[in-house]
């Protein structure tokens, strides 16, 4: 929609900074919901079920190829909130690239993530990507929170 809305560099530049909101928002996430329990989480059983079952899964069992992608429903209920307020204090016409890129960078994200917790790269950057996150699950994890 926005490519009948915008010229090329407006619709290219909209989707790239989508894409960096993605990373900032991954890293917030991850930083200050799935890791910042100590602070936010109250403390009953309901609480400490849905936590686990949205992140302390991951966690508890990070080599499960069956628990790296954000639960689906969840996910659906987060993404609509967030399109919703993009196409709330974005106009119609750039909201369209912002949420696109945001999107594709949520994807390119799951992709990474699952590619550093099951490959095997044995030198150069992924490598070190993957020995990065790796350290995040198994040495430190109040350390290390972003992946992409």
């Known amino acids: ?27 917030t996430i991850h930083r200050f919901i799935f890791h910042g329990e100590e602070y936010w989480l109250p403390e009953n059983n309901t609480a400490y079920v849905a936590h686990f ?10 080599q499960d190829r069956y628990r790296l992608v954000f639960p689906v429903l969840p996910g ?12 709330s204090f974005l106009p119609v016409d750039m909201s369209h690239a912002f949420v696109a890129g945001t999107f594709a960078g949520y994807v390119a994200y799951d992709l990474i993530h699952y590619f550093l917790h099951h490959s095997s790269p044995k030198e150069g950057y992924w490598k070190d990507v993957k020995i990065y996150h790796m350290q995040h699950h198994y040495k430190n994890s109040k350390a290390g929170y972003g992946v992409s």
């Open 76 to 87: 659906y209920i987060i993404q609509a909130l967030l399109a919703r307020m993009f196409y």
């Open 53 to 62: 079952l949205l992140h302390g899964i991951h966690h508890a069992f990070p």
């Open 1 to 27: 929609m926005s490519s009948s809305e915008l010229d090329w560099f407006s619709n290219i530049f909209y989707f790239l900074m989508g894409c960096v909101n993605w990373s900032l928002l991954e890293y």
